[in-house]
């Protein structure tokens, strides 16, 4: 069934390509559709429960390219998020305005709410993503974005709406209660502050986020800090808090192999979270205990015409007494080998 599916899919891109190419001749242009992909392939060991495993993580493939001067698109699909296929970015952008500093983006996205989730997998620090970019500020969407990036100033306003639902129902669904979001990002020397609060309702009950965050840049050295929290319209759930602080000190190599060597580390942290599923006595079930991590990590990368890189991570967790700790929530040493081009 999958290889059928793959087969579907595949040749839906090709045919897609082919059609390009075709209007591409006809009206005298000179473009192509540019055709890029991520891999990522990963070994993890379990410290304390002796275990391990391989995994495909990700095997994405995506076009991109201009139709016109002022439309955009961007077509991707993962063969094996894992193992499963699954589509990504699925939009169309119309750029407009004097000097272009207006785009409108319609078609499948993520939500633009988390810094770190917002990160493409080949441009993630670690090999695992943060609390803030997985458990809490995840969030992919279908619907519309218009961004709003000065010229004069570096400021970048941005507002959307989306079905709210997530990717997977919102073809089948019909909505009376949609997602809506704002941020706002402002450049400094050095210096990056994003701010943004998103609002919505995916357990009926109305759920809002608001995230800030600030990346700091300079020279071999880069910092970041980002705090969200996820508040609830219903007194009985208490507001989910998620924080990630990392850093990376990045030094240049001379070597046929490796031109970058990166060392860094992180600390993150949340507190419960929800799936909107109560018990007989009205309290909210967890679906997401409380934890903290330490994170040490070594990153050796190569970065002439493609983008490789083999991160090696250890991380360390901690729980409060008596909690369940879900299956792939413990002490782990990774090794992840991302190929992006």
């Known amino acids: 069934m999958m290889n059928r599916q793959f087969t579907y899919i595949l040749g839906a891109f090709f045919a897609f390509f082919m059609q390009l190419s075709d209007v591409n001749a006809q009206d005298n242009k000179s473009w192509m559709p540019e055709i890029g ?7 993890e060991y379990q410290t304390d429960e002796g275990n391990s495993r391989f995994q495909v993580r990700d095997a994405r493939l995506n076009a991109k390219g201009w139709l016109t001067s002022f439309i955009d698109y961007k077509m991707e699909i993962n063969l094996s998020d894992k193992g499963k296929i699954k589509t990504h970015d699925m939009f169309a952008r119309l750029h407009f305005g004097k000097d272009k500093e207006w785009k409108l983006t319609l078609g499948q996205f993520r939500v633009p709410i988390s810094i770190d989730a917002a990160r493409s997998p080949h441009l993630r620090w670690f090999a695992n993503r943060s609390f803030v970019g997985k458990q809490v500020g995840n969030v992919f969407d279908v619907g ?7 010229k004069k100033i570096p400021l970048t306003i941005e507002a959307g709406m989306y079905n709210g639902k997530g990717t997977a129902p919102s073809d089948a669904e019909w909505q009376k209660k ?4 704002g941020r706002v990002g402002y450049r400094f020397p050095h210096f990056e502050l994003r701010g943004g609060v998103m609002t919505y309702h995916p357990y009926d009950i109305q759920t809002t986020m608001y995230d800030a965050g600030v990346t700091f840049t300079e020279g071999r050295f880069s910092a970041e800090i980002e705090y969200l929290c996820k508040d609830y319209s219903d007194d009985r759930i208490k507001s989910q808090q998620a924080l990630n602080v990392m850093a990376r000190y990045s030094l240049p190599l001379k070597s046929d192999y490796i031109n970058t060597i990166h060392f860094l580390g992180r600390f993150d942290y949340m507190t419960d979270g929800i799936d909107g599923t109560f018990d007989e006595g009205g309290n909210p079930l967890i679906s997401d205990v409380e934890r903290k991590r330490f994170t040490a990590g070594v990153t050796l990368g190569y970065y002439k015409k493609v983008r490789a890189e083999l991160r090696l991570n250890f991380e360390k967790y901690f729980y409060n007494d008596g909690v369940a700790i879900g299956v792939s929530d413990h002490d782990k040493a990774v090794a992840e080998l991302m190929i992006n081009f």
């Open 144 to 150: 519309g974005k218009l961004s709003w990036v000065s």
């Open 37 to 43: 992909g991520t891999l990522r392939v990963k070994y």
């Open 178 to 181: 949609y997602l809506y979001m």
